[in-house]
């Protein structure tokens, strides 16, 4: 248990729609980051966000965008979606303060399917 | 630009056996190591961190050491058991960015045979 809750577990949207997935970091953690994991790979960095702003992004276009909240929950939006994002999201939650010695937890992920 | 390798990337063993499992990355520019078990279709479970000035880290039957300078990590499972079977990714802190990335391998798919 990683005190990391992500909703929902599992969605199916159509090509071109627009989703949104949720995340709620554990207790005390001030920093949330987003994945993408496609089947068979290990997962992506998409971006972090640490007192609301987004403090880093990976190779992931700009229709791929986030919040996140004052009490430390997040939001994963994707518009215009297309086939190849169908995959794992998973969020995970820490303290930005001490990265060198911090554990990073991850939640249960959302299953994505594009079709 | 850094990349994370896993080597085998599928492992059968019988159960009770000892088995290694290896990480290599390129560049040793790292706050720390971090190994994570993955069962099918579910999130990641931390085992082990390292930290950059560490060697190894222990929790119970699971044993991570660190060679920064060569780019390696292993993961040694002691007397494996069939609810080992996952898979175990390693992934990558990197100096500078955002200091929540982590860069993973593709992992390594084991099998513990009862």
């Given at each position: 248990e990683t005190g990391v809750t992500q909703s929902p577990t599992h969605l199916i949207k159509t090509r071109g729609q627009q989703v949104t997935l949720r995340c709620s970091s554990q207790s005390g953690h001030n920093t949330v980051s987003w994945y993408q994991q496609a089947l068979g790979q290990g997962p992506q960095f998409i971006f972090q966000y640490y007192r609301e702003e987004e403090n880093g992004r990976g190779n992931?276009?700009?229709?791929?965008s986030g919040l996140q909240f004052p009490n430390y929950s997040s939001e994963l939006n994707v518009n215009?979606?297309?086939?190849?994002?169908?995959a794992l999201y998973l969020c995970a939650s820490s303290l930005l303060d001490r990265p060198s010695g911090n554990t990073i937890y991850f939640g249960e992920g959302s299953w994505l399917t594009v079709v | 630009k850094q990349e994370v390798t896993q080597i085998p990337a599928a492992l059968s063993v019988p159960e009770g056996e000892n088995l290694v499992l290896n990480c290599s990355f390129t560049?040793?520019?790292?706050?720390n190591l971090q190994w994570f078990r993955q069962d099918p279709g579910k999130g990641l479970t931390s085992l082990l961190l390292i930290q950059s000035s560490q060697r190894e880290q222990t929790s119970g039957r699971l044993n991570a050491s660190l060679d920064k300078s060569s780019g390696r990590s292993t993961l040694y499972i002691a007397?494996?058991?069939?609810?080992?079977?996952a898979t175990y990714l390693c992934a990558v802190r990197p100096?500078?960015?955002?200091?929540?990335k982590l860069i993973f391998g593709t992992g390594t798919l084991l099998a513990v045979q009862p």
């Amino acid at each position: 248990e990683t005190g990391v809750t992500q909703s929902p577990t599992h969605l199916i949207k159509t090509r071109g729609q627009q989703v949104t997935l949720r995340c709620s970091s554990q207790s005390g953690h001030n920093t949330v980051s987003w994945y993408q994991q496609a089947l068979g790979q290990g997962p992506q960095f998409i971006f972090q966000y640490y007192r609301e702003e987004e403090n880093g992004r990976g190779n992931f276009p700009p229709r791929f965008s986030g919040l996140q909240f004052p009490n430390y929950s997040s939001e994963l939006n994707v518009n215009a979606l297309e086939l190849d994002d169908s995959a794992l999201y998973l969020c995970a939650s820490s303290l930005l303060d001490r990265p060198s010695g911090n554990t990073i937890y991850f939640g249960e992920g959302s299953w994505l399917t594009v079709v | 630009k850094q990349e994370v390798t896993q080597i085998p990337a599928a492992l059968s063993v019988p159960e009770g056996e000892n088995l290694v499992l290896n990480c290599s990355f390129t560049d040793s520019a790292i706050y720390n190591l971090q190994w994570f078990r993955q069962d099918p279709g579910k999130g990641l479970t931390s085992l082990l961190l390292i930290q950059s000035s560490q060697r190894e880290q222990t929790s119970g039957r699971l044993n991570a050491s660190l060679d920064k300078s060569s780019g390696r990590s292993t993961l040694y499972i002691a007397a494996s058991q069939p609810g080992d079977s996952a898979t175990y990714l390693c992934a990558v802190r990197p100096y500078g960015g955002a200091t929540n990335k982590l860069i993973f391998g593709t992992g390594t798919l084991l099998a513990v045979q009862p």
